[in-house]
Structure formats: C-alpha cells, structure tokens
C-alpha cells in the first residue's frame, strides 16, 4: 500500500483483538485568530471541546431555498436510483443524497461559500477541500438513530485519510431539539482515538450506512468516554450550524416527534492531510464518499 | 355488555373510520389543597399540564433496594418464564415485570405507601385501587422508543375504565437525562380524548405491549396537538418521580447513550371509576394488565 515506511500509521484501527484508546498527536485548531473569521475564545473552545456553534449562519432566504431544492430532490426519481442516494429500505424513502458540493448548483455554492469555508481553513490551518458533502433527512416518527462513532476513525480505516485533520459542518434545515434526535457530542473525545477491533467487511460502505457494523467502538470504552466526557445535546435553530472535529465521538437518538430533522452536511479536509490508500481495507471507497478531487474549495 | 344506558360511552374510540378529538368532561384534579400533601400550586400546575415532578420521592437507601430488587428480578428464569413479563425478542432481555405491587414485597411496600397513595388520592379526591403496576427497564445503547399514545385510551378501550379517573407515578431508579429517552408529555393534551380509528385486534395486548399499534393517534393529529401544546421533555434524578394523568399524549425515544432507564410504574384508579367491561374490546385484559381487585390502596 501507497504508506511510506516512514509515515508509520499514528492510529492503528480494525486491526487489533481488544479496543485500544490512543491519544491524539495531531493539533485540533492549527490556525490562529488573526485569520478570522473566529476569534481566540472561539476557536480555544473547538480545541477544548471539539466543536462550536453557529446560533445564524444562512439568512431566511438560504434557508428556505435549501428546504425546497431538499424537498424537490427527495422526490425526483432519477435521485433516489443514484447509486448515491441511500434509500431506507422499509419506508423506501430517501435518507441521504451524497456528492451534492458536484451535482447541485445551490448546495455548490454553499459549499465554496466564505462563511464555511474561511472557518474551515481557519481551524484547519491551510487550504482545504471537501472530502464529503451530503443533506440528511431524518424523518418525524420514525427518525432512525446513529450510534456512537468517529467519522475519522471511517474516512482513515476505509479513505485512507492520514490524519484526524478535517472538520465537518452540518448547516440545519430544521430546528433541532432534545427531542427529535439531535446531534450529540462527548467533549474533549477527539483528544483520543478509539482503535476499533475486527476487520473491516469487504464493500463495507454498502451496507454501514444503513446499518453501521465495523469501526463502532465497545459497549465498555463508550461507557468510560461518556462518564469521563459527559454528553452535550446540540439543541439550535434552523438556519445555524455545528462545525466538529473529525474526530469527535458522536451519535443521535431517533426520532418519534411530529418534527423531522435535517441538514447540510459537508466535510473539509486539509490540503496537507490528502488520503492514501485505505489504511485498513482492500480498496478506497467510492468517490462520492470520500473525493480524490483535492482542488481548493472556495476557489 | 356491561354499560347501563343512562351511562352513554363519552369518549368512544377504534368505531369511527376518521380520528375524532373529544374535548374532555371529567375534572382533572378532584380533591384540593386542604388534604395535603399537594399545595394548591402544585395542584393547579397538574390541572394545566396534566403531570408533576417531585424531586426526591424514595430515600437513597430505598433507591439501593429497589435497584437491587429489580437487577435480581431481571436475572430470576421463573420471572424471565412468566407471562406477566415483558422480553424482547431481539435480545431475550427482560423489559418489563407486571404485577408487582401483589408478587413482590418491596413493590408492594412502596404501591401501598402513604408518600405515593395520598398524592394520588388528593388527585383523584377518593379512594384510590392499583390498576396496574409494573418495572420498566429500557437499557443503554439499544433501548428502543414508544410513540404517542394516551394510556386512558388502552385502559377504557381494553380495560374498560369508565372515565379518566387514574393516575400513574412513575419512581425513577435512574437518572434521566433529555438524551437517554425519558418520558415526553405534551402539557395541556391531557384535556382532549383522540378516539382512535379501527378494531382493537383480538388478544391486542399480547402484541400491543412489544409492538404498538391499536390505538395510536394518527400523524396529523399528532402534529396538531405538538404544535398547540408543545412537548416538555421530562428529566429528572434517580429517586424522584413523575406523576401524570391518564390522559396525557406522551411517549419516549429510543437510546444510544451508555446510560440505561429503568422506573417502578404504578396506576391508581378512583373506587368511584371501577371498570366495566371494555368499551372496544370482546374482553378485558388480563388481571395483571387491568386488575379487577379493588381494595384500596394503603389500606
């Protein structure tokens, strides 16, 4: 594999017979306030606790355009065949549309927009590109959950991504409640890094995103993070945003309240953090989930 | 059946083909300050929202016992066997043990204590039976939701209790945070009966319990009452308790977090509400679902 023997690999995952918790090597924020548009107590707070909230990022407008292009998508039928549409088998109802940074004008732009991608560089210290980008839509009553997981833990293991430098920001289309499975962080876990046990399945993509297997941490590492880290419930209105680390531990709840959630989510990685091959499974997974396009976003 | 005529069914359900909203008769609060120990605050704010918190019920001594009590109920073969225990099926673990307040001395102690007993009866302002008793285990990573539903309109439709004259308290053996899916209540919905559309299926109770599905309300009737009245997430200490009318709308999510749920659930009805046969049922649930022992409680 494309890994120089003398870049050894800092966190060893689906490899191991018992969890391993490694600490992180890599800085979290590596720029400073003077890049803006963050300032010093925003950007400490990232670092300390792995994340930060946006209370208005996109105006009334935005945010209404956004829903209707959502909805408008979801039920075009060329989109839910897209091999990059994840359709919920039992409702037969769309759950993820990936790639829409390439496919989609409006959510292009959002995407290549200044107050993403200006945060994104300043907390990443360099320029950045997106590794991801995608909207969610979890539905009322019957809104599925996420268990616990680092998205790095993924995109190294499987994207071949070297290290946890890459952040993600998930705009919100809707309000997001205690209630209605929001987003939920433990602090301070991207300070460590979950070594998950056991191989990862051939084509593995295929089916963890409709029901997530490999690379999920043990009921007792989980145990020991939540009472060490606690969980913070990222409540916030439509039109906000959550950016995190990439390494965070997170998980949601589902959702049996009459309220839907969903979001923009797009993830930027350092243009001096660019995958390699996969470092533990055969092959990288396919573009739309993790992009070989490095060009700058933004520019 | 066993409804005199004078007595016409007032909140009829599972007969219409469209969800019918019945604008309550019955009072909510019968009894009054002067027979303590609810003050005339406390009772008015249960009038309006349909629940009360009390922060400390059950001393951390009881709280230990009861703790132990149910760990070793949930690990007894005999009660694993018992048809009056609730196991999923995806798992083989124990969910719920019926009938406790008359198989087990510890439950019964606590059903049968002036702490609980006069609050409920100060409610309902009479004599007050248990109708139904129970502990409810919801664990940590996997526990699973329960949708929107009144449990008047299960007890009057499958038990036949006339009116909604019943009370449930339910003592927390847990802490409960908003994210590990405690008891949501929409505040004030507990004025309004939604009669529920289609036959209650034959022995309903024996799916019913793993499986919801007669008698909850549809998804735009669900929205319209979310939207008017809201929906209060209910958190709380391990040790104190939440008591709710029979009527409210409530239900709970699901949950992910590390931080398993358990409760001692207790149902007492008025001596003045004694059960007939059921109003939408060909017969009544079992004993240990709707007791037809009517000695008053604390006696």
Chains 1, 2 share one sequence.
Not at 63 to 76: G, I, V
Not at 166 to 188: C, H, K, Q
Not at 277 to 295: Q, V
């Amino acid at each position: 594999m494309n890994h120089p023997a003398a870049l050894a690999d800092r966190y060893p995952t689906r490899t191991e017979t018992e969890t391993q918790v490694i600490a992180r090597e890599d800085a979290v924020v590596q720029g400073s306030a003077q890049d803006g548009p963050l300032d010093s107590e925003e950007l400490s707070s990232f670092e300390e606790k792995g994340y930060l909230s946006i209370d208005q990022l996109i105006s009334p407008d935005e945010l209404a355009l956004f829903k209707r292009e959502l909805s408008r998508l979801a039920q075009d039928p060329a989109v839910k065949q897209d091999e990059r549409t994840v359709v919920e088998a039992k409702s037969d109802e769309v759950r993820s549309i990936f790639e829409i940074h390439r496919t989609n004008e409006i959510f292009a732009k959002i995407a290549n927009d200044p107050r993403v991608v200006e945060r994104a560089r300043q907390i990443l210290g360099s320029e950045v590109y997106i590794h991801q980008s995608r909207i969610n839509y979890k539905p009322s009553f019957t809104g599925k959950d996420f268990t616990w997981h680092s998205d790095f833990e993924t995109w190294h293991a499987e994207d071949g991504m070297p290290a946890p430098r890459a952040v993600s920001v998930s705009i919100s289309l809707t309000d997001n409640y205690s209630f209605n499975g929001p987003l939920m962080i433990m602090p301070g876990s991207h300070q460590h890094f979950i070594s998950a046990v056991g191989a990862t399945p051939e084509d593995n993509h295929e089916k963890s995103l409709v029901m997530q297997g490999a690379g999920v941490p043990d009921a007792e590492t989980l145990t020991e993070f939540a009472d060490r880290f606690g969980i913070d419930v990222l409540e916030g209105p439509a039109g906000g945003a959550v950016m995190f680390d990439s390494n965070c531990m997170h998980a949601s709840n589902g959702n049996v309240t009459p309220y839907s959630r969903s979001n923009v989510f797009l993830v930027y990685n350092s243009v001096e953090n660019l995958p390699t091959d996969p470092y533990a499974a055969a092959k990288p997974r396919p573009e739309h989930l993790g992009s070989r396009d490095f060009t700058p976003a933004g520019s």
